[in-house]
Structures are given as structure tokens and as C-alpha cells.
């Protein structure tokens, strides 16, 4: 089946139901072969239409440190001190070019966002 961008809410919604009908599909097989096209599709759509920022590189920190379970004292670690991490952490401190390869290599952040510009306090 010949398939074309998807362009509406309608052929968003009609390419979702389609996956949806053909998700038990064994693999190898057509209707497997559908849903890689119609899911490639869906994904196209979706960063067309609403795309996700990327965070500023504080909030990247924060969350990461939320969802690691780490705390101030693992970051200071990291990046040379208790106070540099205070400061980092509450915007009063911008991230140093080191504080950013360290972070990068240790935590495996993406250097791209951490060198992103943000407001300080």
C-alpha cells in the first residue's frame, strides 16, 4: 500500500487506528511492514506538530539528579565543589567549560544542551 505524509488530525488519528488494528502482526510479514511505514509516519507528524524543546541545562541537571536519586553532594563531586554546585544549581553561577565536558563524561549528559545559554538569578 502506497502511503503519503500525514497532513490532518484525521490521518494522524486514522494512521494511530491502523496501528493499533495491526499490532499483533508477526514479524516479517506485510502487515508488520505497514506498521513500520505507518509508525515513521506518526513519528514525522508528531515532531512536526508539537515538538519537545529541549530543556535548559539546569533543568537537565535537576532531573537527572531527581531521577538518579543524587543529591547536591554528588554533583559538587563532579564538578569541584559544594559551593560551585550551590551556585550552579540556584542560577548564580553559569557552567564552565570544564563543569561541562565533567559532566558529560561522568553523568553521560548531552553536551549540546548543557552548553546552552540560560538565566541567572
Do not use: C, F
Not at 543529591?71 to 540556584?90: F, M, T, W, Y
Request: no cysteine; charged share 25%; hydrophobic share 45%.
Amino acid at each position: 500500500m502506497t502511503r503519503k505524509p500525514l497532513e490532518t488530525e484525521a490521518d494522524y488519528d486514522a494512521a494511530l487506528s491502523a496501528i493499533d488494528r495491526l499490532m499483533d502482526a508477526a514479524p516479517g510479514t506485510p502487515e508488520s511492514d505497514e506498521i513500520e511505514a505507518l509508525v515513521t509516519l506518526v513519528e514525522a507528524y508528531e515532531v512536526a506538530h508539537w515538538p519537545i524543546e529541549a530543556p535548559d541545562p539546569i533543568s537537565l541537571i535537576e532531573h537527572v539528579m531527581e531521577a538518579r536519586g543524587l543529591r547536591q553532594k554528588d554533583l559538587a563531586a563532579v564538578i569541584g565543589s559544594q559551593p560551585h554546585a550551590s551556585e550552579v544549581l540556584n542560577r548564580r553561577r553559569p557552567l564552565t567549560l570544564p563543569m561541562i565536558r565533567a559532566l558529560s563524561t561522568e553523568w553521560g549528559l548531552p553536551a549540546d544542551i548543557l552548553v546552552q545559554e540560560y538565566a541567572l538569578a
